[in-house]
């Protein structure tokens, strides 16, 4: 600061020098002089400027600045000083809140200054050498503007840091430092340097990242730590979502079993803080992303497999079946159980198994299902219940085999609520989102299941007193016909097409009743309706339109066919009567044009042309006759070789998926296989021993 005063006293009386004379007498310094001192004392000017003449700085200075990092390595206060300033230079003031204009203009002068920066490589790798200095001031500095640089211009600094020499090794290095200021701000930086980024994912992940970030989590205090806990998890997210090898990786190393204290939930589990509950909603997210429906079928279920195992999936139970845990925390645990039970038939049988903490006790199922149809619950517990009992049901034709017998007369408990019983009272609730939750949760219990469907048909309602029961489908068509919620006719559509595809039997229930046909084909050709829908809801809306216009196409082709039998027949009868009461004069046109003229001017026409009518008619009916079984048979022929097709067709397809779950499994065997080679080279290694490759062996 001296140099600045002395800098300013040599201007004439009266005239002060401006920000830009100054700093660029101070670069000049820095630039011309000898002794280490001089230029010390000339940064530490600059960087006392650099947040007020940001714009000065960052044109006239940057150079010089980068030029000091490269000469004076010895000197760590000189490198503490430039990486100060030019973390200034290209980072907005933090501190204070600016109006929206400036806060713009300081957003695009820091991309301006990063890309500056970042033009020249080996500015970056530069940095990352910077980064090996043990100094507090250098390595914490360091850390910072790197930070600030991935923060504005992420892709190209990853592309950098890609192809540096141990770039993403010495970065690594930062979570074993012991001091936690360094530690903390590393992981705030391996956070922006591994977004979007597979490749940089896949070698943090290789450089014993989980091991360290776990140690982390556990030295912190697991859920109960605080923002550093948080830090660790939304790491381990950008290093596991959508990384198939990382999530092998992390299944492979048994990372899956050290989860499980995580979820450790004790009896009063009131007053939880917010940052825990932070804490455990990323966690629940970690267990999701491990089981999410989009990984490959083989991996989800190794990694279901081993959350049973080490008792993963009966620790998230509890918690779920626990009292005072927060809303969203409960919500987040019914998704992350439905996805850790989905198409598992191990996980799905222990989940009904489980039992709410009640007198008499209850199956959390049930238990669910009450909160699913009590519209004091939030919206989204209530989406959260609906997608775990999908999750439950899926490729579980036990469990809906379980629900639909709720519903039979035969088993039905009077003293008991059944989750069939919640299922019925609120389809028919006079709340319409229980409406629309139980018409989807029902339609699931029958999906590709046809006995189930057949099953449903004898379930009877009572309506009211003094009147015959009616069936289910009937009081769901009926509601369907009357002026409810856009969200109950949502619902009950989505019910009657799941119910009625693929199943003759409900096909003729639907049929039985002479006004749905009509009633659906006026719904279909109205959009009173539609317009009134969301985007969901029409989306939904137009699936059900699809599969009734169907029906309704199939029912209209059968409907023509059996009018033009009848027509046939009808005029069949008619002629036979016309012939037999004895009138020439009624015959048909084309049986009179078969008639020999001559015989009908013989002198006895009456006997020979009644005879001769009878025959040709008689002739005509046995004709007609003929081809009608000729029809029935060729029509017995096709169906029958339909079915062998159909048969044949279910044959390839079975094969098909049994192939392609072979060819998963498969491909899995061989990503395990290159993943213990590839572990057994690293442990050769570092015993010291020389390994060669596959190519150099061919060599």
Same mark, same amino acid.
């Given at each position: 600061?001296?140099?600045?005063?002395?800098?300013?006293?040599?201007?004439?009386?009266?005239?002060?020098?401006?920000?830009?004379?100054?700093?660029?007498?101070?670069?000049?310094?820095?630039?011309?002089?000898?002794?280490?001192?001089?230029?010390?004392?000339? #940064?530490?000017?600059?960087?006392?400027?650099?947040?007020?003449?940001?714009?000065?700085?960052?044109?006239?200075?940057?150079?010089?600045?980068?030029?000091?990092? =490269?000469?004076?390595?010895?000197?760590?206060?000189?490198?503490?000083?430039?990486?100060?300033?030019?973390?200034?230079?290209?980072?907005?003031?933090?501190?204070?809140?600016?109006?929206?204009?400036?806060?713009?203009?300081?957003?695009?002068?820091?991309?301006?200054?990063?890309?500056?920066?970042? %033009?020249?490589?080996?500015?970056?790798?530069?940095? @990352?050498?910077?980064?090996?200095?043990?100094?507090?001031?250098?390595?914490?500095?360091?850390?910072?503007?790197?930070?600030? +640089?991935?923060?504005?211009?992420?892709?190209?600094?990853? /592309?950098?840091?890609?192809?540096?020499?141990?770039?993403?090794?010495?970065?690594?290095?930062?979570?074993?430092?012991?001091?936690?200021?360094?530690?903390?701000?590393?992981?705030?930086?391996?956070? =922006?340097?591994?977004? %979007?980024?597979?490749?940089?994912?896949?070698?943090?992940?290789?450089?014993?990242?989980?091991?360290?970030?776990?140690?982390?989590?556990?030295?912190?205090?697991?859920?109960? %730590?605080?923002?550093?806990?948080?830090?660790?998890?939304?790491?381990?997210?950008?290093?596991?979502?959508?990384?198939?090898?990382?999530?092998?990786?992390?299944?492979?190393?048994?990372?899956?079993?050290?989860?499980?204290?995580?979820?450790?939930?004790?009896?009063?589990?009131?007053?939880?803080?917010?940052?825990?509950?932070?804490? @455990?909603?990323?966690?629940?997210?970690?267990?999701?992303?491990?089981? /999410?429906?989009?990984? /490959?079928?083989?991996?989800?279920?190794?990694?279901?497999?081993?959350?049973?195992?080490?008792?993963?999936?009966?620790?998230?139970?509890?918690?779920?079946?626990?009292?005072?845990?927060?809303?969203?925390? !409960?919500?987040?645990?019914?998704?992350?159980?439905?996805?850790?039970?989905?198409?598992?038939?191990?996980?799905?049988?222990?989940?009904?198994? #489980?039992?709410?903490?009640?007198?008499?006790?209850?199956?959390?199922?049930?238990?669910?299902?009450?909160?699913?149809?009590?519209?004091?619950?939030?919206?989204?517990?209530?989406?959260?219940?609906?997608?775990?009992?999908?999750?439950?049901?899926?490729?579980?034709?036990?469990?809906?085999?379980?629900? #639909?017998?709720?519903?039979?007369?035969?088993?039905?408990?009077?003293?008991?609520?059944?989750?069939?019983?919640?299922?019925?009272?609120?389809?028919?609730?006079?709340?319409?989102?229980?409406?629309?939750?139980?018409?989807?949760?029902?339609?699931?219990?029958?999906?590709?299941?046809?006995?189930?469907?057949?099953?449903? !048909?004898?379930?009877?309602?009572?309506?009211?007193?003094?009147?015959?029961?009616?069936?289910?489908?009937?009081?769901?068509?009926?509601?369907?016909?009357?002026?409810?919620?856009?969200?109950?006719?949502?619902?009950?559509?989505?019910?009657?097409?799941?119910?009625?595809?693929?199943?003759?039997?409900?096909?003729?229930?639907?049929?039985?009743?002479?006004?749905?046909?009509?009633?659906?084909?006026?719904?279909?050709?109205?959009?009173?309706?539609?317009?009134?829908?969301?985007?969901?809801?029409?989306?939904?809306?137009?699936?059900?339109?699809?599969?009734?216009?169907?029906?309704?196409?199939?029912?209209?082709? +059968?409907?023509?066919?059996?009018?033009?039998?009848?027509?046939?027949?009808?005029?069949?009868?008619?002629?036979?009567?016309?012939?037999?009461?004895?009138?020439?004069?009624?015959?048909?046109?084309?049986?009179?044009? @078969?008639?020999?003229?001559?015989?009908?001017?013989?002198?006895?026409?009456?006997?020979?042309?009644?005879?001769?009518?009878?025959?040709?008619?008689?002739?005509?009916?046995?004709?007609?006759?003929?081809?009608?079984?000729?029809?029935?048979?060729? +029509?017995?022929?096709?169906?029958?070789?339909?079915?062998?097709?159909?048969?044949?067709?279910?044959?390839?397809?079975?094969?098909?998926?049994?192939?392609?779950?072979?060819?998963?499994?498969?491909?899995?065997? !061989?990503?395990?296989?290159?993943?213990?080679?590839?572990?057994?080279?690293?442990?050769?290694?570092?015993?010291?021993?020389? #390994?060669?490759?596959?190519?150099?062996?061919?060599?």
């Amino acid at each position: 600061m001296n140099y600045i005063w002395e800098a300013v006293g040599r201007q004439p009386p009266g005239q002060q020098p401006s920000g830009a004379e100054t700093i660029q007498k101070l670069c000049d310094r820095v630039a011309s002089s000898t002794l280490l001192e001089d230029r010390r004392d000339a #940064v530490r000017a600059i960087k006392s400027l650099s947040k007020k003449y940001r714009v000065e700085v960052g044109t006239m200075a940057m150079d010089h600045l980068l030029r000091i990092l =490269q000469s004076d390595r010895t000197d760590t206060e000189i490198l503490g000083y430039a990486l100060d300033t030019l973390y200034n230079i290209v980072c907005s003031d933090e501190e204070e809140e600016p109006e929206e204009n400036q806060q713009k203009q300081e957003d695009d002068l820091g991309a301006r200054f990063t890309e500056e920066f970042i %033009g020249e490589p080996d500015n970056i790798t530069l940095l @990352l050498t910077l980064l090996e200095e043990f100094d507090f001031h250098v390595r914490w500095r360091g850390v910072k503007l790197l930070t600030v +640089l991935l923060k504005s211009q992420c892709a190209p600094v990853q /592309s950098i840091v890609l192809v540096s020499p141990m770039g993403v090794s010495r970065l690594m290095d930062l979570l074993a430092d012991s001091r936690e200021v360094i530690r903390n701000d590393g992981l705030l930086l391996l956070q =922006q340097l591994t977004k %979007g980024n597979t490749a940089i994912q896949k070698i943090v992940a290789f450089e014993n990242a989980f091991e360290r970030l776990l140690e982390i989590i556990t030295e912190e205090g697991s859920s109960d %730590g605080g923002i550093v806990v948080e830090d660790c998890l939304l790491l381990l997210l950008n290093l596991l979502k959508n990384n198939s090898s990382n999530q092998n990786f992390f299944k492979e190393g048994s990372y899956i079993q050290k989860m499980k204290p995580w979820f450790e939930v004790g009896d009063d589990n009131s007053g939880w803080s917010a940052q825990k509950v932070t804490n @455990l909603h990323l966690m629940l997210q970690l267990v999701r992303v491990m089981v /999410s429906p989009v990984n /490959s079928p083989g991996a989800t279920a190794s990694c279901q497999k081993a959350m049973f195992q080490c008792g993963l999936l009966q620790q998230l139970c509890t918690i779920l079946m626990a009292t005072g845990v927060p809303a969203d925390i !409960l919500t987040e645990t019914i998704n992350t159980v439905s996805e850790v039970i989905r198409g598992s038939e191990v996980n799905q049988d222990y989940f009904a198994s #489980v039992n709410a903490p009640s007198n008499p006790p209850r199956p959390a199922i049930v238990v669910l299902l009450m909160s699913m149809v009590n519209e004091r619950q939030p919206f989204v517990l209530r989406c959260a219940v609906l997608y775990c009992f999908q999750c439950f049901l899926y490729k579980n034709h036990k469990g809906q085999g379980e629900i #639909v017998a709720t519903l039979l007369p035969s088993t039905i408990d009077a003293s008991s609520m059944s989750a069939g019983q919640l299922l019925c009272g609120g389809l028919f609730s006079a709340d319409s989102l229980s409406n629309w939750c139980a018409a989807v949760a029902l339609a699931h219990a029958l999906q590709d299941n046809l006995t189930q469907k057949e099953q449903l !048909l004898r379930v009877q309602l009572a309506t009211s007193l003094g009147k015959p029961p009616v069936s289910l489908l009937q009081q769901s068509t009926n509601i369907l016909s009357q002026g409810s919620h856009v969200q109950t006719k949502v619902g009950l559509l989505m019910l009657l097409c799941t119910w009625i595809s693929n199943c003759p039997i409900a096909v003729m229930h639907f049929l039985h009743n002479q006004d749905n046909v009509p009633f659906v084909s006026f719904y279909l050709h109205t959009h009173t309706y539609t317009h009134t829908l969301s985007h969901t809801h029409t989306h939904s809306l137009t699936h059900a339109h699809s599969t009734v216009f169907v029906w309704l196409q199939e029912v209209e082709l +059968l409907r023509a066919q059996l009018q033009s039998q009848s027509a046939e027949i009808a005029q069949l009868q008619r002629e036979k009567h016309q012939l037999l009461r004895g009138s020439d004069t009624t015959v048909s046109v084309p049986i009179i044009c @078969l008639l020999n003229i001559s015989v009908l001017k013989s002198s006895n026409p009456v006997i020979p042309g009644r005879s001769l009518l009878l025959s040709v008619c008689q002739e005509q009916v046995q004709a007609l006759l003929e081809s009608k079984e000729l029809m029935e048979k060729e +029509l017995s022929s096709a169906t029958s070789s339909a079915a062998i097709m159909q048969t044949e067709k279910s044959k390839l397809q079975q094969e098909l998926q049994e192939s392609k779950k072979e060819q998963d499994d498969l491909l899995m065997l !061989l990503a395990d296989q290159d993943q213990k080679i590839l572990s057994l080279k690293h442990r050769l290694e570092d015993l010291g021993e020389t #390994v060669r490759s596959s190519d150099d062996s061919d060599s």
